[in-house]
């Protein structure tokens, strides 16, 4: 069983070491001359490839509709007017593709409720250049909200709008 291997091992070695070769018939004195020539072939770019991320910080804001503190001097609860505690958020393209992309961060308003209102700003559509190295293109826009929620819908959470980011190829 080991001759067999070793013999196999060796034709193995003795055809990967073969090389083609080429002769030319020489009848007289004199020379035999043959084109030396090379061929260029360009390696192939790699296909279009997508790779993008989408971040965002939470899309559910708070509002406190009035917080009651004391007046220890006057001995009474005092309604202090509502606020937002949290009142904008971030939206994050990032283009890791090997080719430029088109973004586009877009709000669209839903059921009102009350007076609240959100406004997107850096959303218009924007073309990310392809990565390269360390460089990757970004589009941010933020989400803000303002106005007052009226009181019924404050118990529940309600949807005010939606948030949509379309990518599409340059």
């Known amino acids: 069983m080991k001759k ?3 013999i196999s091992l060796a034709l193995v070695m003795v055809l990967a ?4 070769c080429f002769a030319a018939t020489l009848n007289a004195p004199g020379n035999v001359t043959e084109d030396v020539k090379i061929n260029y072939v360009a390696g192939a770019s790699a296909p279009a490839t997508y790779a993008v991320d989408v971040e965002w910080d939470s899309l559910t804001f708070t509002y406190n ?8 001097v006057n001995h009474v609860e005092v309604e ?3 606020a937002w505690v949290n009142n904008s958020a971030k939206i994050t393209v990032t283009n890791h593709s090997n080719v430029a992309i088109k973004s586009t961060i877009a709000y669209t308003a839903g059921t009102a409720n009350g007076t609240a209102v959100a406004t997107l700003t850096g959303g218009a559509e924007t073309t990310l250049a392809a990565a ?8 941010e826009a933020t989400l803000a909200i303002a106005g007052t929620p009226t009181l019924a819908a404050t118990s529940a959470v309600s949807t005010i709008g939606t948030l949509t980011v379309t990518i599409a190829a340059e």
């Open 80 to 82: 202090n007017a509502g």
């Open 17 to 20: 070491l073969s090389v083609t």
């Open 4 to 6: 067999f291997f070793a």
């Open 65 to 72: 509709a009035s917080a009651k503190t004391w007046d220890d």
């Open 132 to 139: 390269a190295g360390a460089t990757v293109a970004k589009q």
